[in-house]
């Protein structure tokens, strides 16, 4: 049986060329969820604006994520990550537990942020975290004797006792930190 769960194609919507921005739009995006269906459905993807988004029906728990090559950054290079979300204001389900975010690089400990989301339900776009997860990418020398070096990243709310509703996501934004 097939999963309804969605398995991301980062090559959706991506130029992979070694560039000061990645962006992953939902087709790219991993996103696995567990609760009562609400007419057989989890999230739908509408349309905003010329793009298509990600929107939440309802869920207990949630988790998007992705994973990109370190070989498609600049070495020695900084990036800072976050997610582009906007929340409906008819969402709920937010208030009690924080939202984590996550972000490993292949080899290090992972760099975590926690935010409430019930925060941002006037329908305006945000960038969270804010401030984003930073990383800087292995000098060429670590990246060439270990081509399988990769980023993970995850935003997730996993504690399944409110349904949840209402979160909006347009892409995940990787942008090279500017000196």
């Known amino acids: 049986m097939a999963s309804a769960h969605q398995r991301g194609n980062p090559l959706i919507g991506s130029n992979f ?4 921005i990645h962006t992953f739009y939902p087709g790219a995006l991993n996103v696995i969820w567990g609760g009562s269906s609400t007419n057989g459905r989890y999230w739908k993807k509408v349309k905003e604006g010329s793009d298509e988004v990600l929107q939440l029906v309802g869920v207990y728990w949630l988790e998007v994520s992705g994973k990109l090559l370190l070989s498609r950054f600049k070495p020695g290079a900084t990036y800072r990550l976050y997610f582009r979300i906007k929340m409906i204001p ?12 996550n972000l490993r690089l292949t080899g290090q400990r992972s760099k975590q942020k926690s935010i409430k989301l019930n925060t ?5 776009w945000y960038n969270v ?3 984003a997860l930073e990383f800087t990418v292995p000098d060429k020398k670590t990246l060439d004797s270990q081509s399988n070096m990769a980023l993970t ?3 997730y709310e996993i504690e ?8 909006v996501i347009e892409s995940v934004r990787i942008e090279e930190v500017k000196n």
Do not use: H
């Open 17 to 20: 060329r070694v560039v000061n």
């Open 90 to 101: 008819e969402a709920s389900g937010w208030d009690n537990y924080d939202v984590i975010f």
């Open 160 to 167: 399944c006792e409110d349904l949840k509703s209402g979160l």
């Open 120 to 124: 941002f339900r006037d329908g305006q």
């Open 153 to 155: 990243f995850a935003m």
């Open 129 to 131: 975290p804010n401030p």
